[in-house]
Structure formats: structure tokens, C-alpha cells
């Protein structure tokens, strides 16, 4: 028996396979750099959330909608990549946890830095 359910074990080929396709297939020069850092399987496997982390603020928005208006694209590349009887539907979503993760650490540094300055 596997160590942990199907749809997490499917999750984690999505993102792999979605990370190769978009970096070797997707060849729209307005993309900017992206990370796939997880993708989120329902139960059934129909539906699937791709969290992807964009690094340039200025490209944000402007390479999610090319990532959601190529999700068709994706979805046929990863068909043939994937052997599965109903491959799911991709769903891109912007993964803040980087930028969350950083505005923490910068909030723990300027404490740090505040309390060695008063004492």
C-alpha cells in the first residue's frame, strides 16, 4: 500500500510534468520567470490547482493569463504524458507563500534588529 492517497501522488506528477511543459513548450516570450510549487488533485481527479509563483511583480499578472488561456494546451501535453482514463482539469492560482514567507522573515528581522538596538 502506498504511503500517502493517489490524488497527492498524481499532484506531485502534475506539477513535474506542468513545470517541463511550460518551461520546453510554452514558448511565449511574455512569460516571465515561473515556479510550479504544487498542484492540488480533488478526489475524484477531475479538477486540478496549479499554484504557480511568479517572480517579476511587474509580469504577474500578465503571465497568469497566458497560463490560464494555455491551460488547454497544458492539458493536451500532459495527455500525452500521462496515462490516465480522465486526465483533470488545470486551474492556475498564484502561490503567495513565498511572498508571505518573506514578509515574515522581514518582520522577525527588523525585531531582531530593533531589540539588539535598545539593549
Not at 506539477?15 to 511565449?28: N, Q, S, T, V, W
Not at 492556475?92 to 514567507?101: A, Q, V
Amino acid at each position: 500500500m502506498h504511503p500517502y492517497k493517489r490524488s497527492a501522488r498524481v499532484g506531485d506528477l502534475i506539477r513535474e510534468e506542468i513545470a517541463d511543459i511550460i518551461m520546453h513548450k510554452l514558448k511565449d516570450p511574455r512569460i516571465g520567470f515561473i515556479t510550479v510549487t504544487g498542484a492540488d488533485v480533488s478526489d475524484d481527479l477531475r479538477y486540478a490547482k496549479v499554484y504557480v509563483s511568479i517572480l517579476e511583480d511587474a509580469k504577474r499578472e500578465e503571465t497568469l493569463k497566458i497560463l490560464i488561456s494555455s491551460a488547454k494546451f497544458i492539458r493536451g501535453e500532459l495527455g500525452r504524458r500521462i496515462r490516465m482514463k480522465i486526465l483533470p482539469e488545470l486551474i492556475f492560482k498564484l502561490d503567495k507563500s513565498i511572498e508571505y514567507g518573506a514578509k515574515i522573515d522581514r518582520i522577525i528581522r527588523e525585531i531582531k534588529e530593533r531589540d539588539e538596538g535598545s539593549s
